[in-house]
């Protein structure tokens, strides 16, 4: 648990700087006579202490040794107590080993494993270590020593740190890996201790496990605590900064969890086992159940010092790995499924994990058997919390560990995925772990089906990206499957379907042939533009904030950045960006796009994206309060930085257009466009088309009066969604019925395009509608000329819109328009599909 241990008294006059004793033993009769001295041994404690040498080598390690009496001596310490000799010459401890703080420990039980977790928290801070070497304040030392770092007693807040800011996190899936490693890093960034407390729990906001030990779930109330104001206002940014987020994507979850599933269906009664659908596709082969294969970890004693060095080591080679493998899956699948290994080489740093290994060297235990204690006691812990979503951190914790260990011991990696059977299989496992799903091998592996694990677990999403079918939650009769079953794997419908007869065996074979045909024909022509049949070509761009995702967006096909959402500039820091910093991100994202279309939007601050630092007023209904557009017309000062920026960059090249969110009526459009003409008059910059987004009804109604004053329309369906149908965007409980394919939602749309094109301006959708397939298709049908959409969603749209004619498309659009549920839209889908491929069970 987070939280602090009783502390162990430390006295002034038991410490002694400068000390300068000509030898160990000398160094250690020094230490006990200081014990004696304050009353803490009898006389006889120094023999015992000099016979502990004998048998354990108490140098921990960086300078520091802990002389400590034998165990069967215990009856020799009055009280507990340390003693300290500074040696800033240093005395040899041992060949090669030097000691210049030499902790001589009296402890009646087990107290000294406090200290120990101190000091091994210190050797993970060289710098302070050093310092504490040559020092001329004993407080300092006495202060290391005795301060358990970002751990406070329970329920009370650290008494050094004077500014809190007491929060209820929002977050719907709670405080998990992804979120709590930014955190991390924000009070990494902030200097200084965070601590962030909840009830009687507190865990430094610098280690990622304690953070997650808090178990924090939606609702709960934490107490984050800094040093500074401005160290809190940075952390206060960076945790309601990822607000918005964490319930847009729980939202969307909840959407794709409750679309309907359209999979394969057995012609014949087959046996099957039913399980929750991770990633879809299908999967025929024969299944290889992974044997959980616990390999025992020996326990070979070895030196202290060497096993710190050897741990050191193995530590820094697996963050390096890491690091590799994060840039491999950013390239390969996206910067946002590479989080995860940023998060496990954050667990790599966790105090405790370290401080438990060297404790258990301390005591005598081999390196790889200490390492592999630590992280089951830590995972452990964090599994016990009753909490799904810290559950599969568990896994991920045991994950990053079992890398370490192959590390210390290559013969314990865990080698049962390196010897699958030489065909495809699919994979039955209890479970998977991340970067096990990450490196798996799909000419090996076409399918998995894991017993546990959930749709969100990060093995899931890596399955999805990954294009591997993949069912989760199957139940431990899965693991009772015989090796070698032939097997149909669903991952639409989550269903295994077991020995299949001839019959279903071929049109299985066909559904797959049709679904790799397409996936072949998407990846193939992502770079090509999109355009039907009959060559109408529609503009598909990309929805990005930050010039470092241009790579992957024009590698998944973008042909420009339809809606770069500039709040996330100001919503992770602590303070607003200045007009330099917002300049150089503008340039960079022009010169990382090459030429390609840039639509940056102004500003879209209030609503779910609340910016702490610019203390708004609270507002009673933040979607229908100062949001967007009306908050850049009342602060001048967060507008007009902008807006030069964005002059200045299109000054210096590169097609930049500008976009203003949440516009209402006619006068802001004129007003807005004002404060553009002055701005570009004073910068003599060059005009730049200026556009708005379409978000809400008033826009869509009026969208003929804006016509005159804009260069385009975006329409955000996100929000005109939310604002037309009065559902919060971010509610999971109505995340299904919040569906942009309600006819209301796509008459309004149709209203928009019909009058920007009288009035000659062009249409984009830069909301989640223009990324799903059939959404894409309708949105053409409605005249749409731009879609801007998540890099990943680019393939799937262009191919969809390359399989139709715009006629067929209209026609389709012209139908949905006209229907009177959102159910009887989605039942167009199916029209869809038969226009654009040849339906795969009919090809059987
Ligand atoms: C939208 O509302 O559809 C949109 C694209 O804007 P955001 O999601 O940033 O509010
Ligand atoms: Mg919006």
């Given amino acids: 648990?987070?939280?602090?241990?009783?502390?162990?008294?430390?006295?002034?006059?038991?410490?002694?700087?400068?000390a300068r004793p000509l030898s160990k033993a000398a160094a250690i009769a020094e230490a006990a006579q200081l014990l004696a001295g304050a009353g803490c041994v009898e006389p006889g404690y120094a023999e015992s202490m000099a016979r502990r040498e004998g048998t354990a080598n108490t140098f921990l390690g960086h300078g520091v040794a802990i002389p400590h009496g034998m165990g069967a001596d215990r009856g020799l310490v009055r009280r507990n107590g340390l003693a300290i000799l500074q040696v800033r010459e240093g005395v040899e401890w041992n060949p090669g080993q030097v000691a210049h703080l030499v902790i001589g420990i009296a402890a009646a039980s087990d107290e000294h494993i406090a200290i120990l977790r101190r000091l091994t928290r210190l050797l993970n801070e060289p710098a302070r270590l050093q310092a504490l070497f040559t020092t001329d304040d004993a407080e300092a030392i006495i202060a290391a020593l005795s301060a358990e770092p970002g751990a406070a007693a329970p329920g009370r807040p650290a008494a050094d740190l004077a500014e809190r800011w007491d929060w209820v996190l929002d977050y719907p899936a709670g405080l998990h890996a992804r979120p709590a490693t930014r955190w991390v890093e924000a009070a990494r960034g902030a200097g200084g201790r965070v601590q962030?407390?909840?009830?009687?729990?507190?865990?430094?906001?610098?280690?990622?496990?304690?953070?997650?030990?808090?178990?924090?779930?939606?609702?709960?109330?934490?107490t984050v605590s800094a040093g500074t104001p401005a160290a809190l206002a940075r952390m206060r940014a960076a945790i309601t900064g990822l607000s918005a987020q964490e319930k847009a994507d729980a939202a969307q979850?909840?959407?794709?969890?409750?679309?309907?599933?359209?999979?394969?269906?057995?012609?014949?009664?087959?046996?099957?086992?039913?399980?929750?659908?991770?990633?879809?596709?299908?999967?025929?082969?024969?299944?290889?159940?992974?044997?959980?294969?616990?390999?025992?970890?020996?326990?070979?004693?070895?030196?202290l010092a060497?096993?710190?060095?050897?741990?050191?080591?193995?530590?820094?080679?697996?963050?390096?790995?890491?690091?590799?493998?994060?840039?491999?899956?950013?390239?390969?699948?996206?910067?946002?499924?590479?989080?995860?290994?940023?998060?496990?080489?954050?667990?790599?740093?966790?105090?405790?994990?370290?401080?438990?290994?060297?404790?258990?060297?301390?005591?005598?235990?081999?390196?790889a058997w200490s390492w592999h204690q630590a992280v089951e006691?830590?995972?452990?812990?964090?599994?016990?919390?009753?909490?799904?979503?810290?559950?599969?951190?568990?896994?991920?914790?045991?994950?990053?560990?079992?890398?370490?260990?192959?590390?210390?011991?290559?013969?314990?990696?865990?080698?049962?995925?390196?010897?699958?059977?030489?065909?495809?299989?699919?994979?039955?496992?209890?479970?998977?772990?991340?970067?096990?799903?990450?490196?798996?091998?799909?000419?090996?592996?076409?399918?998995?089906?894991?017993?546990?694990?959930?749709?969100?677990?990060?093995?899931?999403?890596?399955?999805?990206?990954?294009?591997?079918?993949?069912?989760?939650?199957?139940?431990?009769?899965?693991?009772?499957?015989?090796?070698?079953?032939?097997?149909?794997?669903?991952?639409?419908?989550?269903?295994?379907?077991?020995?299949?007869?001839?019959?279903?065996l071929a049109s299985a074979r066909a559904f797959l042939a049709a679904q790799h045909e397409q996936r072949a024909r998407e990846a193939a022509q992502r770079a090509e533009p999109a355009a039907t049949r009959?060559?109408?070509?529609?503009?598909?761009?990309?929805?990005?904030?930050?010039?470092?995702?241009?790579?992957?967006?024009?590698?998944?096909?973008?042909?420009?950045?339809?809606?770069?959402?500039?709040?996330?500039?100001?919503?992770?820091?602590?303070?607003?960006?200045?007009?330099?910093?917002?300049?150089?991100?503008?340039?960079?994202?022009?010169?990382?796009?090459g030429g390609r279309r840039l639509i940056v939007r102004a500003l879209d601050?209030?609503?779910?994206?609340?910016?702490?630092?610019?203390?708004?007023?609270?507002?009673?209904?933040?979607?229908?309060?100062?949001?967007?557009?009306?908050?850049?017309?009342?602060?001048?000062?967060?507008?007009?930085?902008?807006?030069?920026?964005?002059?200045?960059?299109?000054?210096?090249?590169?097609?930049?257009?500008?976009?203003?969110?949440?516009?209402?009526?006619?006068?802001?459009?004129v007003a807005l466009r004002e404060a553009c003409e002055r701005i570009r008059a004073e910068l003599e910059a060059p005009e730049v088309p200026v556009g708005i987004m379409v978000e809400v009804p008033a826009a869509a109604v009026q969208a003929d009066a804006l016509a005159r004053h804009v260069?385009?329309?975006?329409?955000?369906?996100?929000?005109?969604?939310?604002?037309?149908?009065?559902?919060?965007?971010?509610?999971?409980?109505?995340?299904?019925?919040?569906?942009?394919?309600?006819?209301?939602?796509?008459?309004?749309?149709?209203?928009?395009?019909?009058?920007?094109?009288?009035?000659?301006?062009?249409?984009?959708?830069?909301?989640?509608?223009?990324?799903?397939a059939f959404g894409a298709a309708l949105l053409t049908g409605l005249g749409v000329a731009e879609l801007s959409m998540t890099p990943r969603d680019i393939p799937g749209v262009k191919a969809v819109l390359r399989g139709a004619t715009l006629p067929a498309l209209r026609a389709l659009a012209a139908r949905a328009i006209a229907c009177g549920t959102t159910a009887e839209v989605r039942e167009l889908e199916a029209e869809l599909d038969a226009m654009t491929r040849p339906a795969p069970q009919a090809a059987a």
């Fill in 1 to 18: 648990m987070a939280t602090a241990a009783p502390p162990m008294p430390i006295s002034r006059d038991l410490v002694r700087l400068d």
């Fill in 196 to 222: 962030v407390r909840h009830g009687e729990q507190a865990a430094d906001a610098t280690a990622l496990v304690g953070l997650l030990q808090l178990g924090l779930k939606a609702g709960d109330s934490v």
């Fill in 253 to 303: 979850a909840a959407r794709r969890a409750a679309a309907p599933a359209r999979g394969w269906e057995p012609a014949g009664a087959l046996v099957s086992v039913t399980g929750i659908g991770a990633s879809p596709g299908l999967a025929i082969g024969r299944i290889h159940v992974l044997a959980n294969a616990e390999a025992a970890v020996p326990d070979v004693p070895l030196p």
């Fill in 306 to 367: 060497e096993g710190g060095a050897r741990l050191e080591e193995a530590i820094r080679v697996t963050r390096a790995r890491l690091r590799a493998l994060e840039d491999d899956t950013a390239r390969r699948l996206g910067p946002g499924e590479a989080a995860i290994f940023r998060a496990h080489a954050g667990l790599l740093e966790d105090p405790d994990l370290i401080t438990t290994t060297c404790q258990l060297m301390v005591e005598g235990h081999g390196l």
């Fill in 377 to 504: 006691r830590v995972a452990a812990g964090l599994a016990a919390l009753g909490n799904p979503v810290l559950a599969g951190r568990a896994a991920d914790l045991r994950d990053v560990g079992r890398r370490v260990l192959g590390q210390i011991d290559p013969s314990l990696a865990g080698g049962s995925l390196h010897d699958l059977p030489g065909g495809p299989v699919i994979l039955v496992a209890e479970d998977l772990a991340p970067s096990d799903t990450a490196g798996l091998d799909p000419s090996r592996v076409i399918g998995l089906a894991t017993a546990t694990g959930g749709p969100t677990s990060h093995t899931a999403i890596l399955a999805r990206t990954l294009g591997l079918p993949a069912l989760v939650a199957g139940g431990p009769g899965l693991l009772e499957l015989k090796p070698g079953t032939e097997a149909v794997l669903d991952g639409a419908t989550g269903r295994l379907h077991l020995s299949p007869g001839e019959a279903d």
């Fill in 534 to 593: 009959d060559g109408h070509r529609i503009e598909v761009a990309a929805n990005i904030n930050l010039p470092d995702q241009a790579a992957f967006a024009i590698a998944q096909g973008a042909e420009g950045v339809g809606l770069m959402r500039t709040e996330f500039l100001f919503l992770e820091r602590g303070d607003t960006p200045g007009e330099e910093d917002q300049y150089a991100t503008y340039r960079a994202m022009l010169e990382a796009l």
């Fill in 605 to 669: 601050i209030g609503g779910d994206k609340q910016v702490p630092h610019l203390r708004l007023p609270v507002e009673a209904n933040p979607f229908l309060g100062v949001r967007g557009a009306r908050l850049l017309l009342r602060r001048p000062d967060l507008m007009e930085p902008q807006l030069r920026a964005l002059y200045r960059a299109a000054a210096a090249g590169g097609p930049l257009s500008i976009m203003f969110p949440m516009v209402t009526s006619v006068p802001e459009v």
């Fill in 711 to 772: 260069d385009f329309f975006s329409i955000g369906t996100n929000d005109l969604t939310q604002y037309v149908l009065a559902i919060d965007r971010q509610n999971p409980e109505l995340a299904a019925e919040a569906d942009s394919l309600h006819p209301a939602v796509l008459r309004l749309i149709a209203q928009t395009v019909e009058a920007a094109t009288r009035h000659g301006r062009w249409v984009g959708v830069c909301g989640g509608l223009a990324g799903e």
